[in-house]
């Protein structure tokens, strides 16, 4: 008997390359030092996002350092990303749950005051509307110094959609943000423009410092050099500074009530099997059977104190 072979699983599916690989690699640390000439003199920026949180994980860093600018800021969100975690929760709680983090996440970037777009196309399904998207982001994307868009081979359907009809749609310098790449792509992969790729300086002593990943200028461009011998590797991803270390993040106060007012387990605790194994392994290290009294600090719902109370 033959089997069937497997199928090859989606590069998205798949395993992906974790961090600490992206952090070590000497050559990411060259691109503050080219920084990005579009910057020079920018006041107002776009930022069009396929799904909430996009522009967060894509461009964070540099959206911080815009609004410690005092730039006017503008998201477009094209979907509410309603079916990005299916079977876990209404298309309806889903939308109000990630509109409600985009929100939180903005504050915590400093740029509380951007005006939100919500198009609220449909999620999964922009590929088929890219015209019509287009025609939609024209006068959102208009009169603005910078868009920043999806890259548009970063093998997700709607971010590339998007990021296609963002450069349709923009008549000024548009920079594309990658979001899957980080996950599918390797150090000097030959499918990415390294040689198009660029990096914000961080905020003027005094201001909210933060950095954001690379960018890519217009898709394209050839591979860039390889990595010198002898650099240091430097990791400094926001809120991960290079010397290590933790750096103090203050929230909005109106951050887990936004939480919490989208969905009653903003974080899955009660239903995620990564949080079930976490509570029998912590319950595991108990040195006794039975305790008197339990306290739990930042216990969200109460999960992992339930756990244990039939041995209390």
């Known amino acids: 008997m033959v089997s069937e072979p497997a199928r090859r699983l989606h590069p998205i599916d798949a395993p992906g390359t974790g961090e600490r690989t992206w952090a070590v690699w000497p050559w990411l640390s060259t691109l503050p030092g080219r920084g990005l000439a579009g910057l020079v003199g920018v006041t107002s920026a776009v930022a069009v996002a396929a799904h909430p949180d996009d522009e967060v994980l894509g461009a964070g860093g540099l959206i911080s350092v815009l609004a410690a600018s005092r730039a006017r800021l503008r998201l477009v969100a094209v979907t509410d ?33 951007a005006e939100v777009v919500r198009l609220r196309l449909p999620d ?6 890219e015209d019509e998207l287009t025609a939609a982001l024209a006068p959102l994307v208009a009169g603005f110094d910078l868009c920043l868009a999806p890259w548009e081979h970063d093998l997700h359907p709607d971010h590339e959609a998007a990021g296609r009809a963002a450069r349709r749609a923009a008549s000024g310098p548009v920079y594309c943000y990658p979001v899957w790449m980080w996950h599918w792509a390797f150090p000097a992969d030959p499918r990415v423009p390294w040689g198009g ?12 410092e933060a950095r954001g990943d690379p960018l890519l200028r217009q898709p394209g461009a050839r591979p860039g050099p390889r990595p010198r011998p002898g650099a240091v590797p ?22 887990f009530r936004d939480q919490y007012a989208a969905c009653a387990d903003p974080w899955g605790l009660a239903e995620r099997w990564y949080e079930a194994r976490k509570y029998a392994v912590t319950t595991a290290l108990l040195p006794r059977q039975r305790y008197g009294t339990a306290f739990e600090p930042g216990c969200s719902i109460g999960v992992l104190t339930a756990v244990p109370r039939r041995s209390f």
């Open 197 to 208: 790729a660029a990096r914000p300086a961080p905020a003027p002593r005094g201001q909210q």
């Open 124 to 129: 999964s399904g922009l590929a088929t509307r």
């Open 234 to 255: 430097r990791h400094d991803r926001p809120f991960h500074p290079a010397g290590g270390g933790a750096v103090p993040v203050t929230l909005d106060p109106g951050y």
């Open 81 to 113: 990303g309603e079916r990005s975690h299916q079977g876990h929760a209404s298309p309806a709680a889903l939308a109000r749950r990630r509109t409600a983090e985009t929100a939180a996440a903005l504050r915590a970037l400093g740029a509380g005051a």
